[in-house]
Every structure is written in C-alpha cells, then in structure tokens.
C-alpha cells in the first residue's frame, strides 16, 4: 500500500467525517495531536473516527485503550491502518 | 395563586397495563427488564429493556381504535390517558371545555416506525399511512380529537426530562388562570432511533441497569406512558385528592451536550428552586424519585448535587431500576409512582444496588416499607436540559 | 409582554437589517432561508451543527450578546433537526444497526436548538422547547407570557424555528402540502390547488417589561376544523382585549398560504374586520412552515416599529395611516390555528 496515498485518503475522510470546515488535506498536517488545541477535537470526534476506520478500512477498534493509542494523530492512524490490512 | 390537585393517574410500562399492577408490582420489587420478545432490533439479545409485553394490535383492539396512522405511541399514551381520566371521573363535557388543557411530552413521536419513515422521508415508495404522523405533535393531535380538546393543546420536548416539564406547565397554566384543568403526561415507545442512538453514545448496559451502585455500566432503555389530571383546587368537589403538585422547576446545567457538569450545577439549582417554590426546606422532603439512570455521570452527580443540597440525603430511588429509562414518559411515570408513595405512605425497592459508589456513597432504599411522608421529590434530567417537580 | 429585540433569519433579507426588504421572490416550491456567516459561531461548534441549530443559534447569539443575560430561553419548533433525525435513521438502516455515530443522534433532538444557545451562552436558566407542530411557536409564547406574570423583571429568549430538510420536504410532499406546478412565489394566492410553498427560518425574539416597545397582549389557540368555531373563538379574543372590538384592529397580518383547501378560513377572518384595517400577507416571502407565525409576530414588530407595512407583504391598504393594534392569525394545515394581538402603549 503507498502511504502517500493513503495519508492523503484519510485525511479526506477524516475531514468529511468530522466535517471540519474550511479545511483541505494540505491544512491537516500529519504529525499535528488530533485531540490537542490546535484541531480541538472531543470525545464525539473519537467515536466518528472509529466508525470511519471501520466503514474506510473495515478495521474494528473495540477496545477503547486501542482507540487512544492509535487515534493520536495522522501518521499514528495511517501507520495502524497498514499495520491491520493484509500485504 | 390557586392549589393544583392531581385527581387522577393513569399508568402503563413493563410493569402493568394500569396503576394497581404498578402498586403491586413495584411493591413486591419485580424487576419489567428483559430481552426483548416483540420488538425487533439486532440488539434484542444483547441488551435488557423495558418492554410492554402488550402488542400494538392488542392495545388497538383494547382501546378500539380502528385507524391505520396510529403509532404504538399514540395507543400507549391514550391507554394510560384514559385510565387516569376514569378515575378522576371528569365528564366528557368537562373534558372538551375550553378551560380544560393537554399537555403531553415524547421523544420518538413517528420515529418509532424506523422503517415506514426511512422510506417516506427518502422517498423511494408510495406514502405509507402515517405519512402525517411523524412529528412530535401528532400524538396529541390524536388525543385533541379523540376527546375534542379545545383548552391550550401541548407537546413538549426537552428529551428525558419532557414529561416533568409537561406537568410543571400544565401547572403553571392552572395557577396563572390560563387553565381550569390540565390533562399532563408522557409517552415513548422503544424504537430502533433511541437504541441505536444511546448505544453510539456508549451509555447502554448489556446487564439490569445498577442505578447508584459502584459497578453501574448504563441505562436500559423502556416503553410506557403515564398521565395525570390536574384540577384547581375549587373544582374538586367531594373528589379524592391524590396529591398536590406544589414546587416544580426547569433548570439548565449548560455543560455539554449529552453528560452533567461534575459538580451538578443544573440539578442543584432545580431542586433547590423546585424547594422554594413549594415553599419547603429540603427536611420536608422524605423521599427522592431519582433521575437515577445507572450511567456512571448521571447518577454520580446526581449524588454529588443531593448532598450540596440536603444536609441528609432523604431515602431515595430509581424507578429506572425497575422499568428502565421510558424516556419522554419517564417523569410523567415516576410523578405517578410518587403520587402511590404518598397516597399509600409506602416506598418501593430499587433494584440492583449492593455496593455503594465510593465510601460513604449515599445508598438507594432496597426495600418496600411503610414509610410516613408529606412531601416527595421526583428528579428529571435531559439532555442539554433539566427539569425537576 | 413587549418584544424588545428580535433578529429574524429567513428567505428575505431580514438579519440584522435596519427595515425589512422584501425583494427576493423566487420561483419554485422551497423558500430556502438566506444564512448568515455565522462569524460568531466557533468553527468547532459550528461543523456538528445542523441547519436548524445553527439557524436558532444564529438567531439568538446577537441578542445574548447586546443584553444582560435572559433568565432563560424558550424556542417552538415543529421538526427540530429533521435532517440530522434522518441521517441518523438512514445510518441505521444502512450499516444494519451497526457501529454508528453519535452526532447525527445528538443534533436531532428537539431540544438542541435551546440546549446549545444555553451551552454557549452559559445559561442556567429555564430551557424548554414546544414542539406541538403548526403551534409550536404560539405554545412558546404563551410560556413567556405566563413566565412574565411570575417574574415581571425578567426576560426571556423566545424563538421560532425550523429547517426545510430534504427529508421534511419529501414527506410534505408525499403528504401534499407542497404545491406540485411552480407557481412565481406572489402568485401564490391565486391558486386554488392543495398545498404551499416549503420554507424555513429562525426568529428570535428578547421578550420582557418594556412599556414603549410592542406589546404582545394575548396569544391563544385553538383545534378545530370548523370556521364558525374558529371566528367565534377569534371574536372573544378580540373583543376581551381590544374595547372598540375588530374597529381597533389597525393591521391584520394574516398566513394565508395558497393552499385551496384552508382559504376558507382567512377569507371569514376578513369578513370580521371593519374597512379601516389594513391586510397583510407573508407566506410568499417566508414559505410556509410549522413556526411561520413566528415570522408573522415579527413582522407585526415591524410594522408598528416602522408604521408602515413592507409594500410586497401588502394586500389591502384599508383606511388608517397609524397603526396601533395587529392581529396575526394563522392556521396550519386547517386543524391548528393561532391568534396573537399585538400593539402599542
């Protein structure tokens, strides 16, 4: 899978999922805390991502420690989504 | 301002089609939560609910009602409408007079017919017959017409606390003189829209809901309907008076969407207006109906706002515990069950508690007891909005 | 109870306009509402809002932030936010009640409209939302006008609001209360087949004791589907608050809305008026929808405010220069009807 690519995806549906407004792909940088001031997302946002990740990838997140771990930021979601998808 | 006097209640939720199986069944601790056997939803064996065994059909030909367009809703607010109606033996001109209001709350109105709206609203079939049935007004524009109701008409919405707020308005209207008397109540029905939607918000619990213990883990949703009848106090007449409604208050905690705020700054605020208006210090109150769901937020500050207020927290309860959260009906139903606590000077068991929250938790009453009280306290709290009587 | 400051969102141009201007008549059977920016809505809150939230919010954030706080805040709303309500629905059926998301669910009560305008203005004070259809607003306004008897030195925000959603729309349409032929939006009143035009809006009023400011003098309802019983129940109003009776009614602010089936009634309505009244008609320039009269109760604000009556909302000039006393009355779909008196001093 091209990771350049697929960053490039998700950040698109993360933008249309969490309809962040104004905002393009360019703007979402990938190393940017998702739940941190700049995007100040919450706990809503959390459980939108979750269901995009099943809907986008078909990965399931049912343990909500996983969830923290993986939902950090672009670069973290991108790396578990390839980590979860067979070669 | 006159006094408001309830002359009448009627009642139906997983517990009994009227207010004597309510007495009863709430008397003896029995628990309305199960699987679910009539209504389908792929969560039906992985959940508890409160479900009415009673099905849509039967309660159409109980009620003898031959329409097509009308919801479980409406059947289920009319069954208990009609109850308390019969037992405040208000006659069928008294009911139409323009003097005489009704006010009811609910939630799900036409939501409850997933299905038949799903294709309705993305138009991919002919209409079905409960085309103009989906809103929240539609219930009590079925009750309007099947009594031919021409006082103030009503439906209120402030999501689980709706119907607490429908009697705090059909009070307020007796004491301002804009009603003589008010037909107050609420209803919802389980539907696939509330399941699916407490349930993406984490809140429902796979086990009997555990209002104000240690290891609570959610709510269960219910069905049901109550209603009251409201009478100012000079109409009356040699009627029995059940009980009186004397404080009331609707506050907002304006802290998030769908949680309370840590310290309970909107329910402390409601029942300590709710006290002033009764003209009440919190040592009157000998018995709190809680909001008491069983989710870890609610029932912790729920707690929390308790002790700020009353230097002794009274003998509480969760009715929730019994039926589950009805919702829209939720207040309506536990005004009723606090009018039984006081016509018969008896509380109930709330079920499911053994280990208190944290050490010195205040701990809900287990047990069915003769009790003497003047005044009870009956707790509604909704999303975004709050509401206490 | 006077109204001492309104915003009004609608398909006109009528947000924070200094005199209403009512130019834009379009052609087919949506009206749809003309948004602001919404400069004063964080990005955050603003990307989970739906329309109706967002209207409401819109609406009432000018008047939370010109005044002392209200002692709380009381919105009619027919449908709440119909379009979240099925988004919400369409994700249960589609994914087969799967893992679905909570923001649909929470946006589509009712009650957010009022929950967020208290959220983001820290309001602890009464909250409540009437959702009783085509009287939704009338509910909400008698609510004020009881809650003012009990605290005469408060004031309240008091709204009405709702959205055309794709969804509300397509079941009006299936239900037949929107015209199927497209008529130019003035010509409405000359047809004679079932149904309106579809609309929206979000009017938010900040309501209390002000003496010079209108005065909302009664609002009262009535269910019934005969006009006889509707006039009478009119009459009395009129007659208990206006002592020379319908003489005194200056302007008539009726929602008559093109559809055949309901003319009946406001044309008795006229027939109750004497030749001094002056007629007015707003369901063209607002479309038609459960908490319209909202925008009729604005208008009437207007119309006294200003003493004059916007020349498209016009119908019939009648003889009097001044105006002192409005009545608005409108009925949804022929079942609901609402009356409000309106005037000054």
Redesign the interface.
Known sequence: MDREILVKDLKKHIIT??????MTPEDLKNDVPLFGDEL?LDS?DS??L??LL??EYGI?IEDPKEGRKVLVDVNTIADYIIAKTPA | MPSVMITGIGAISPLGNTVDEHREAFAQGKSGLSRLEMFTTRYADLLYFGEIKTSSDALRSILGVSEKNVTRNSLLALHAMQEALQMSGLEPQQIAASGTALIGANTTAGICLTDELYHDANRDTNPSAYINDYDAGSINIFLQRIFNIKGVVNTINTACSSSANAIAYGTRLIKSGMADRAIVGGVDSLAKFTINGFNALGILSSEKCRPFDKNRNGLNLGEGAAFLILEREDLTGNKKILAEVTGYANTNDAYHPSSLSPQGNGPYLAMKTALETAGLKPYDIGYINTHGTGTENNDEVEAIAMGRLFEKIPAFGSSKSSIGHTLGAAGAIEAVVSVLNLMYQEIFPSLNFDTPMYEQAPAPATHHQKVEIAHIMSNSFGFGAIAVH | MNIIQSTCISAQNTFLTPEPAFGHLPAGSKLEAKEPPYENIPRSLLRRMGKAVRMGVGAALPLIEKNITPNGIIIGTGNGGMEDCIRFLNQIIDYDEGTLTPTNFVQSTANAIAAQAGLMSGNLGYNITHVHRGLAFENAVIDALMLLKENPKANYLLGGIDEISTYNFNIDQLGGWVKEEFPATQDIYETTSNGSLAGEGAVVFVVGNAPDKPDIKACQTLHSTHSQEVMQSLGAMVELHLPGGFADVDVLISGENGDGRFKHFYTDCEALLTNNTAIARFKHLSGEFPSASAFGLWLSGEILKHQTIPVNALKNPGSTSTFKNVLIYNNFRGQQHGFMLVGLG
């Not at chain 1, 999922?17 to 104004?22: C, E, K, M, T, W």
């Open positions: 999922y969490l309809n962040l407004l104004d100040g809503i459980v939108e979750i269901v099943e809907r399931k």
